[in-house]
């Protein structure tokens, strides 16, 4: 029962998944840009992110451990992927705000 609440595997495959889908649906110029500037394509990106954690967060319950597992494995792939670390920042607050 307690170990239920260590397992965050789903959490960070999900989280690395959701950064996947974000880098697959914006250009790599675009991913550089700010939240707070006005992108269509960006917009609809994180609206379909937002679609998509809405439909974990049904599927799983997610305890804090498992919380900051998703967003660190979010988090880890941005920055893998070559992202600014003040953008992948922004996202990954944006992202706990919506957990």
């Known amino acids: 029962m307690?170990?239920?609440?260590?397992?965050?595997?789903e959490s960070k495959n999900f989280g690395?998944?959701?950064?996947d889908y974000y880098l697959s649906g914006m250009k790599f110029d675009?991913?550089?840009r700010?939240?707070?500037?006005?992108?269509k394509k960006q917009k609809?990106?994180?609206i379909q992110v937002v679609s998509r954690v809405e439909s974990f967060k049904d599927r799983e319950k997610?305890?804090?451990y498992k919380k900051a597992q998703l967003c660190n494995a979010f988090k880890w792939r941005l920055l893998e992927a070559?992202?600014?670390?003040?953008?992948?920042?922004?996202?990954?607050?944006?992202?706990?705000?919506?957990l």
């Open 2 to 9: 307690i170990f239920g609440w260590f397992n965050a595997k």
């Open 16 to 19: 690395a998944s959701l950064a």
């Open 30 to 32: 675009q991913v550089k």
């Open 34 to 39: 700010s939240l707070k500037q006005n992108d």
């Open 44 to 46: 609809e990106v994180l």
């Open 62 to 64: 997610l305890n804090i």
């Open 82 to 98: 070559g992202v600014e670390r003040s953008h992948v920042d922004e996202l990954t607050a944006w992202l706990v705000r919506g």
